[in-house]
């Protein structure tokens, strides 16, 4: 199993170096419009959104469009050994973050923030991966720290919120090797032509 990941991984990783600036660019934009006109965003109160790696889809409009539309938004914050869901109070506050040694922004003061966990919990969740498959399944860098979380929310919450993989069209594959522990994704909006699809 753990042969099989690494290799998928390692392959998907080199179909993203060659995607070009543009390429991302366009299908970040699609995908966007995709998110933003969907009916469980739309009537999402609590919304946890990723924060964008160079090589991942861009998340930015999103999240400037949830809080400006007075969306409660959370971001993942992440140590050594885990993840949490933590507030931005609004777009300000968002470009006021600082940016880590991946050159994504990421609260510091994440002690001192709301998570989603203690609270009302999330409606939305959208996830980042290295690739997805049609059916929901993700295989991410290694970590397991969305896996981890959703186990983790699930306990708290007895249902994960809704989930929705974002990726560009080169992170689509047919098969994807999954453990006990990985939790399939509700959707996947691929940036391609055609529309959302997943497990729903």
């Known amino acids: ?5 690494h290799a998928l991984r390692k392959d998907l990783k080199a ?14 934009t ?7 006109s969907h009916e469980h965003y739309q009537m999402a109160n609590n919304v946890c959104i990723y924060v964008a790696m160079p090589e991942e889809v861009d998340t930015t409009r999103i999240i400037e469009h949830a809080l400006r539309h007075r969306k409660r938004l959370y971001v993942p914050y992440f140590n050594r050994d885990a993840m949490f869901m933590v ?14 040694t ?3 922004r990421q609260p510091t003061d994440y002690d001192r923030r709301e998570h989603a966990m203690e609270t009302d ?3 939305l969740m959208l996830c980042p991966g290295l690739g997805f498959n049609r059916t929901g399944h993700r295989i991410g860098r290694g970590k397991g720290y969305y896996d981890n979380y959703l186990t983790k929310y699930k306990l708290r919450w007895t249902q994960c919120p809704y989930t929705i993989g974002l990726a560009f069209s ?6 994807i090797p999954m453990s006990p522990t990985d939790i399939p994704l509700n959707e996947v909006v691929f940036g391609s032509s055609q529309s959302v699809t997943g497990l729903k």
Do not use: C, H
């Open 1 to 5: 199993m753990s042969n099989l990941k």
């Open 15 to 28: 179909r993203l170096r060659k995607l070009t600036s543009d390429a991302k660019k366009a299908e970040s």
């Open 30 to 36: 699609l995908i966007t419009d995709k998110i933003l």
């Open 87 to 100: 507030k931005i109070r609004d777009w300000d506050d968002f470009l006021a973050l600082p940016y880590d």
């Open 102 to 104: 991946y050159g994504v």
């Open 121 to 123: 919990g999330l409606d």
């Open 170 to 175: 080169v992170q689509e594959v047919q098969d």
